[in-house]
């Protein structure tokens, strides 16, 4: 089969909405099919959001592929006699964080009728789809709120799930991913200062914002944690990921109301490490079940705390909340022979 994967992609900027295709289209080569991907590249503008989604529509890729598998918004609205939707996120500021702190638009009569123009689209477009996949149970539920779609969950794996290894439950809690406000690195290195054994904390991943990563810094100083709180603000290769993770006591992964588990929670139990999370992650909670498979702790620096000293005091806690982790990839299917098989059939 002739597949074309089309996403959306804000130049240099590394993430899950890369990984997800980029990851995705080897193994879709590797079942015996043809594979080209397309990207647009696309800029977090609201004035000229419809300008961007025009440039998709306009597209005609019939005669060029047997199937089309759109990610990222606004590439759904591609046209395609046999479109697959894999619908990672909308755009959020105009729907879950259109009441937050997170949406910067004024709440004025031109700015909600721009919202209900979008919404329209992205119905229309969703509903000429084949298929509707959703990379998370939130996601599916904020299209059946939003645009009334039905979509089915489709958990997206990781490339080479095999990297991943145990060597050692150490005293390192390790939170692997971009640095970003909404990541919440500031909540964990809250935390330590609250924490009453000798644990550490270890920040890698890169930070698009100079402003955030000062803030790091300066909140690591002013609690005297630079002795018990590593920053490292680069990119993290896959190999030092995979060896950070083998050592690591734990990994913790606490956004705000994220879209999906997160690849971090998946990489941590890859490597049978079990990931502490908090009560208004999104998507996280679909992975951990709360002492069984991870920690679900209430955003909080005590509590939180509470959680790092209990699991450095405890480490065969941690083991098995780890073994578990690892069980529930299973369980859920998070796998890329069943990927290949829902997206192709």
């Known amino acids: 089969m002739k597949i074309g994967l089309v996403s959306s992609a804000i130049p240099l900027i590394q993430g899950g909405g890369r990984f997800i295709v980029d990851w995705l289209a080897p193994k879709l080569v590797e079942a015996g099919h043809q594979v080209e991907t397309i990207w647009i590249p696309q800029i977090d503008d609201p004035n000229t959001l419809f300008q961007q989604m025009l440039a998709f529509r306009l597209m005609d890729l019939n005669d060029s592929f047997d199937r089309v598998i759109t990610f990222r918004p606004p590439a759904h609205v591609v046209q395609h006699h046999t479109k697959i939707v894999w619908f990672i996120h909308h755009i959020r500021q105009f729907y879950d964080l259109w009441e937050t702190d997170y949406n910067p638009l004024p709440r004025t009569a031109y700015w909600e009728?721009?919202?209900?123009?979008?919404?329209?689209?992205d119905t229309n477009a969703l509903d000429e789809a084949h298929k509707?996949?959703?990379n998370?149970?939130?996601v599916r539920n904020r299209l059946k709120a939003f645009n009334g779609i039905d979509a089915e969950v489709l958990y997206p794996p990781v490339l080479a799930p095999e990297r991943f290894y145990s060597e050692a439950w150490g005293g390192e809690i390790a939170?692997?991913?971009r640095v970003e406000h909404h990541k919440r690195q500031h909540?964990?290195?809250?935390?330590m200062k609250h924490t009453k054994t000798p644990v550490r904390l270890r920040i890698s991943g890169r930070s698009a914002s100079a402003e955030y990563a000062d803030f790091l810094r300066n909140?690591?100083?002013?609690?005297?944690?630079?002795?018990?709180?590593t920053l490292d603000l680069r990119w993290i290769s896959e190999g030092e990921k995979v060896s950070l993770l083998s050592t690591a006591l734990a990994a913790i992964y606490i956004p705000l109301d994220e879209d999906s588990y997160g690849y971090p929670t998946i990489e941590a139990a890859l490597a049978r490490k079990m990931t502490i999370?908090?009560?208004d992650s999104g998507g996280v909670p679909e992975f951990i079940t709360d002492g069984v498979s991870g920690i679900i702790a209430e955003p909080d620096p005590i509590a939180l705390a509470d959680v790092f000293d209990r699991l450095w005091t405890d480490r065969p806690l941690a083991r098995v909340l780890g073994h578990n982790a690892h069980q529930r990839l299973a369980e859920l299917q998070i796998h890329w022979e069943h990927v290949i098989e829902r997206l192709t059939s």
Do not use: G, N, P, Q
């Open 175 to 177: 939170l692997i991913c």
């Open 132 to 134: 509707v996949f959703t």
């Open 187 to 191: 909540l964990a290195i809250e935390a």
């Open 277 to 279: 999370t908090v009560s």
């Open 219 to 229: 909140l690591i100083a002013m609690h005297d944690l630079e002795d018990r709180v």
């Open 113 to 121: 009728a721009y919202r209900d123009k979008l919404k329209a689209a």
């Open 136 to 138: 998370s149970a939130i």
